[in-house]
């Protein structure tokens, strides 16, 4: 179904693509919903959503992981990157239920962050409370900053 404006205002325009992939997906309902075959594909997103911040001497990051248990996360450190993988599992509905609105995701998910600079890894603390991971990320001494003297000149 191509629908087209015929009211007068303003008409912006984000380059056509938004209408393209809304029609690209329109087809595929339609299509699958004739075959009996449609699975809506994955949604472009990032999860678990995450924070990353800067302190003195540390490197701090803060990832959204709720009913996930810190004990179910693999969290890995390689030089300047660290990942974060685990699962998340949502109950299912009893048989014959059906959903209204589906907003919650759950299944395997890994999520590979950038460090800004390098970090102590034998030092590295991770803690999981209230649906929150926090990762404090001691920065290495190269990294640290230092203060110079200024010599004066002869």
Known sequence: MIVRRTFGGPRWNWGGFNELDSMRTQMNRLFGNLTGRYTPEPRAGVFPLTNVSEGRNNYYIRAELPGVKGADLDITITGDSLAIAGERKIATEKEGSRYHRREREGGKF??????PGQVD???VVATCADGVLTIVLPKAESAKPRQIAVKLGA
Do not use: N
């Not at 890994?110 to 460090?115: C, F």
């Open 110 to 115: 890994s999520r590979m962050i950038t460090l």
């Open 121 to 123: 890894p034998d030092k």
